[in-house]
Nanobody
Framework: QVQLVESGGGLVQPGGSLRLSCVSSGIIFSAYAMGWYRQTPGKQRELVAQ???????KTADSVKGRFAISREHAKNSVYLQMNSLTPEDTAVYYCNAVWLGREYWGQGTQVTVSS
């Protein structure tokens, strides 16, 4: 059974930082491209950042220079370091794993940026 479990969301003031974590089980973690997506009510889910099995990354223009994705193979985990947060970053953040047509999602973690 595949599981992606996110943690680290919460309420933070503008300008603050959060680090999201996603622990995976039931997949060959090293093979999968891992990503973070986010979604707000009434909008489509959008890619925030993705990291391939070889460590190459891509990051959405809206978060470039503020967010960084990383992965730790020994812990089957992927992380999203979020700095200089703004209210526009408020969303539910989802962990994603994809490889050869197989795709899995976590349950999501809420990030709220507000004073």
């Amino acid at each position: 059974q595949v599981q992606l479990v996110e943690s680290g969301g919460g309420l933070v003031q503008p300008g603050g930082s959060l680090r999201l974590s996603c622990v995976s089980s039931g997949i060959i973690f090293s093979a999968y491209a891992m990503g973070w997506y986010r979604q707000t009510p009434g909008k489509q889910r959008e890619l925030v950042a993705q990291i391939l099995s070889n460590g190459n990354t891509k990051t959405a223009d809206s978060v470039k220079g503020r967010f960084a994705i990383s992965r730790e193979h020994a812990k089957n985990s992927v992380y999203l370091q979020m700095n200089s947060l703004t209210p526009e970053d408020t969303a539910v953040y989802y962990c994603n794993a994809v490889w050869l047509g197989r795709e899995y999602w976590g349950q999501g973690t809420q990030v709220t940026v507000s004073s």
